[in-house]
């Protein structure tokens, strides 16, 4: 029986996940389909101050309850990117590279993403200083000064987020005030660690390796002003914030859209096409908060829950099975269903070694999790502790663990220069290049749990093309994929240049929380992650998908 869903949505943001709880609760069968993490944007908010009942919350605890609440309603994930879609018949058709998708209803919530300026140096300092997300790159400058150029809400808050880090935060705001909640704008003007400066525009950034040195205009007066980084700094921060752009470009041509580039529909959330509905900010609206974005998704699903029934009932299709409701007891029953399996990390909680345990359930091939402990460093006993815990999740996991110094030829072997680290050994006991200078909780987590995957289980999805590629691979090449354990695009590049490792004996790949290592940091400039270090010379700054990686090392 072919299988078609009655609703997919694209994008797993609060809009996508508003969608999913209020369609999978009316027994649709629903999947969301998403490219990143699950949460979008909002992951990267550090506070919220006005999401009702969420009084003491922050974006991803959100967005994690959110995901949480839609998987109770049986709405299930999928981790790919959309790459074409054909709305013409009744059944939708979306492409992705783990395979064709097929629905009667489709929900795009693809948001929007941070837009550039355009100032001059934006993009030659990227990485070097100009930066776009507080909670992926703040800690880069701590004790060092920061610009915040905006005077919308997330401006206001990145500029508080940022006096946790920075000695300054001046904020440049074009506008003559700040354009947010005046309760967020006061609180900005009143903090000690933060100037303002209105009716002013960024015109340049200039400097050696990093950003020394800018150039303002005043918009009103037109005078020119300068600002230099201060005597003993490295160099300074400058962090945009001035809106969003609508992620819509693969929708051109086949919806309507208007001059922004943003999606048309109506108070129901339609489009011009039947049966494709638009939610968050993906649509022309004059409030983009988490508020309206779940309001859309719950409206978008109840339309979209009375086109699937009325399309059933003109095409004769027989009701399927509904999806039945997960008890919620009996999840928490299963959670702690875990045997004899001894618990050493803080990282796992229970419900998270249950999900990790039918993950690692699925491996095919033994896989080796070899760790060298330097004892003088918390985070390698840390590693250590979960090394040991994820071993014992799965029967077709190994542990070994060294202290340093222990043995010489397994430290040469997995060419152990640094900790904490962990490397993985295939069923033969070869190490594939696989490895983890870090602990890999936070996002990273994921990255850990999938190179186990894709080196002793079926492993993810892989076009054939792209694999040939990554098999073409002739010369000794050395990934290193500099990440914060906070940000949230850095797994898919962790993901993918250790897949290319994996295919090929003649790359390695090591994930570098660059937090444990200051003397990385400096020596390449690393002010922003992602960051991919190529043979220990060139450094390319931002997300990067697998073919762009195969490209930057061919």
Do not use: W
Not at 36 to 43: A, L, M, R, S, T
Not at 399 to 428: F, R
Request: net charge negative; charged share 30%.
């Amino acid at each position: 029986m072919e299988n078609i869903y009655d609703l997919v949505i694209i994008g797993g943001g609060p809009a996508g996940l508003s969608t999913g709880i209020y369609s999978g609760r009316a027994k649709l069968k629903t999947l969301i389909i998403e490219k990143e993490d699950i949460g979008g944007q909002v992951n990267k908010t550090y506070d919220i101050y006005n999401y009702p009942g969420a009084r003491n919350s922050n974006g991803p605890k959100l967005m994690e309850e959110m995901k949480d609440q839609a998987t109770d309603y049986g709405v299930g994930f999928m981790s790919a990117e959309v790459t074409e879609v054909n709305f013409k018949e009744d059944v939708k058709v979306l492409k992705t590279e783990k395979g064709d998708i097929k629905a009667r209803a489709v929900v795009i919530a693809t948001g929007a993403s941070p837009r550039k300026l355009g100032f001059k140096g934006e993009g030659e300092f990227t990485g070097r200083g100009v930066a776009y997300c507080s909670t992926c790159d703040g800690q880069f400058f701590e004790g060092l000064e920061v610009l915040v150029i905006g005077a919308g809400f997330a401006a206001a808050e990145e500029a508080m987020f940022l006096t946790k880090y920075a000695t300054k935060v001046t904020v440049i705001a074009r506008e003559p005030e700040f354009t947010c909640a005046k309760s967020i704008a006061d609180k900005v003007l009143a903090h000690p660690k933060v100037e303002v400066k209105f009716n002013t525009e960024l015109l340049e950034v200039t400097g050696e390796e990093l950003v020394n040195h800018a150039k303002f205009i005043n918009n009103v007066t037109k005078e020119e002003s300068e600002y230099n980084v201060k005597f003993g700094d490295a160099g300074f921060g400058v962090f945009v914030f001035v809106g969003y752009e609508p992620q819509s470009k693969l929708f051109r041509g086949v919806l309507e859209l208007d001059r922004a580039g943003y999606i048309i529909t109506n108070e129901n959330m339609e489009t011009n096409v039947p049966g494709v509905y638009v939610a968050g900010d993906l649509r022309p609206k004059q409030l983009r908060q988490i508020v309206t974005a779940v309001s859309d998704g719950a409206i978008a699903a109840t339309t979209a829950e009375r086109y699937v029934i009325e399309l059933k009932e003109r095409l004769g299709i027989k009701e399927e099975e509904p999806i039945k409701e997960i008890n919620n007891d009996k999840k928490e029953e299963n959670a702690k269903d875990l045997g004899k399996i001894e618990k050493r990390s803080k990282l796992l909680n229970d419900a998270l070694r249950t999900q990790l345990k039918g993950v690692l359930d699925r491996l095919i091939d033994e896989v080796t999790l070899v760790s060298i402990v330097d004892e003088s460093l918390p985070k390698s006993i840390e590693l250590r502790d979960l090394v040991l815990d994820i071993a014992d999740l799965g029967d077709k996991v190994k542990a070994e663990i060294y202290t340093k110094g222990q043995n010489l030829d397994i430290e040469k072997k997995i060419n152990s220069d640094k900790y904490p680290i962990v490397a993985l050994l295939d069923k033969d006991n070869n190490y594939r290049g696989v490895k983890f200078h870090g602990v890999p909780g936070g996002h990273e987590l994921n990255s850990f749990i999938l190179a186990i995957y894709n080196l002793g289980g079926p492993g993810q999805q892989v076009d054939n093309d792209i694999l040939s590629d990554m098999k073409k691979i002739n010369n000794k090449t050395n990934i290193k994929v500099c990440v914060a354990l906070s940000c949230h695009l850095c797994p898919d590049v962790v993901v993918s240049s250790q897949r290319i490792a994996i295919e090929n004996e003649n790359v390695e790949a090591e994930m570098i929380d660059v937090s444990n290592f200051k003397e990385l940091k400096d020596e390449y400039k690393i002010m922003s992650v992602p960051a991919i270090i190529v043979n220990d010379d060139k450094v390319y700054f931002g997300a990067k998908k697998v073919k762009e990686i195969l490209e930057i090392i061919a």
